[in-house]
């Protein structure tokens, strides 16, 4: 069994819940702000996914085989860590699929929102709420695990996966605040839902403590990369594409890209 210290504890539930609290700024940005920028959200939408895809796939894929080659052989582990990535994305897909993640067709000028029936969109903001609550749960998974094990890797995924909250959080935030025009609830639903990050890490993670070994860790980083890769190009590039204007999308992917690169060669000076 691998032990973890108590500091590398620390430092990765404070990072999943840092991430996961992002979903209350998307809520601020419907409460307080006056007009959104929509370019610079399909930038950085489109920002998070690169990120998210270069720390997967030459990182956090690359932990996966690792470790399972420290298991079990160079051969095998290339095998056991591919198996996992796509057993990742085959584990997103069939959550996508029961619990279909709406903030995609969640928009401040949805005409849905402009009616003045209460009941049905206090109905549409608890069925948003649940949604996302569900999505959020592996998603802490994947950042407490990634930085308990490198911190250098974990925090720029955290960072990518915050940007991916804060339109979540504007997707409950909108229907909440139409239907109670309360504030307070609206900002509330959305931290308690962004809470589910770290409650999914914690839950995860006494599961799996008993039991942490090379092979563990090889299923985890594998589940992990094939999860971030199929929410970046399932969510966030599409979500991007809708409210980008012009090239906001490819500029804010590679930038996504460059920045996390040059984040991890820091990191590894």
């Avoid at 997967?56 to 591919?82: H, P």
């Avoid at 409650?199 to 942490?212: F, K, M, N, Q």
């Avoid at 860790?217 to 970046?232: E, H, K, P, S």
Wanted: net charge negative.
């Amino acid at each position: 069994m691998i032990e973890v210290s108590s500091a590398n504890f620390a430092i990765a539930l404070g990072v999943t819940t840092a991430a996961g609290l992002a979903t209350g700024l998307g809520s601020l940005l419907v409460l307080f702000a006056k007009q959104p920028n929509t370019r610079l959200l399909a930038f950085g939408l489109a920002f998070a996914a690169g990120a998210m895809v270069y720390v997967s796939l030459t990182e956090i894929l690359d932990k996966s085989v690792i470790a399972f080659s420290n298991a079990y052989g160079d051969r095998l582990g290339f095998t056991w860590g591919t198996l996992s990535f796509l057993a990742g994305v085959l584990f997103i897909v069939t959550i996508d699929r029961l619990v279909p993640n709406p903030h995609e067709r969640l928009d401040v000028d949805d005409p849905y929102f402009r009616e003045h029936n209460v009941d049905y969109l206090k109905r549409v903001g608890l069925l948003t709420a649940l949604a996302i609550t569900a999505h959020n749960f592996p998603e802490g998974l994947a950042t407490f695990f990634a930085t308990l094990e490198n911190p250098g890797v974990g925090m720029p995924l955290a960072f990518a996966i915050a940007i991916h909250n804060v339109p979540e959080g504007i997707a409950i935030a909108v229907p909440v605040y139409f239907a109670t025009r309360n504030k307070l609830y609206a900002f509330g639903a959305c931290l308690l839902s962004g809470l589910a990050e770290p409650l999914g890490a914690l839950i995860g993670y006494a599961i799996l403590r008993p039991v942490l070994s090379e092979p563990v860790f090889g299923v985890l980083f594998g589940l992990i990369a094939g999860v971030m890769v199929f929410l970046a190009l399932d969510e966030l590039l599409p979500a991007a594409k809708r409210y980008a204007k012009g090239h906001e999308t490819v500029y804010g992917l590679i930038s996504g890209m460059a920045v996390l690169a040059l984040s991890l060669v820091l990191f590894k000076w």
